[in-house]
């Protein structure tokens, strides 16, 4: 009886064995895709998959289950500020893709007490700081705090500070996105970057004025109520002209 007890336990102890290192076995990443939703054409992709995965701390033979998607993306992205991380899958057995899209240089807000500009994508994430706005949609009326004992470059990788009139600018061009404005993914670079110059608020208000860069003058009164309905309205009287 107690020869076969031991068998028993025996047993147990090989199936639990087995199943722990059948687990681990299919659980561990073998596989890291990185699918680009969107990149400009100048992106050297084989070379910046390499530094994603790099960045992103996860390697081959780690345990797919303690993968924290968090994590992940706060290493992507601090480490590569132009790379937006759009969302991370695990595909069992051992496949993890990480799906992510370029930031697009837009927006150029003024930095405090510099001659700089802190250059943002439309979410306000700071991609560059550079003395010449030409190339960008200059936002006047607006200016981004300068860091301590810096010129602005501490800002980049960082989003900026959101006081209201930021808030306003970043809610117009979400807004443009929901209306399929440019009727492209990339609204918010060469399309808009192409398209609109400057962007202006009246006296102390919240009225805006949006200047296309043909002179064409879009003027949004009370931008904080009913926004995507008065850019619908504008894009609809402009595409009439």
Known sequence: MKGKKIFII????IFITVFVLTVA???RINEIEINYI???SNIDKESLTDEIIDKS???????ILKLSKESTINNIESGLPFIKVVNIEKKFPGKVIISVSERIKLLAFKIQGTENYAITDNEGVVLDVSSDAANYILVKDVEVPKPENDNGQALIGRTIDKSNRIEIVLKIFE???????????????EICVGFFELIEFMDNSSNVIITTNAGVKWRIYGVESELLTKLQRAVSVFDGL
């Open 25 to 27: 076995a299919v659980t």
């Open 10 to 13: 025996g047993l147990v102890v």
């Open 175 to 189: 807004n443009l996105r929901r209306i399929s404005f440019a009727n492209d993914t990339r609204y918010d670079s």
């Open 57 to 63: 701390g996860a390697k081959n033979g780690d345990s």
């Open 38 to 40: 969107y990149s400009s």
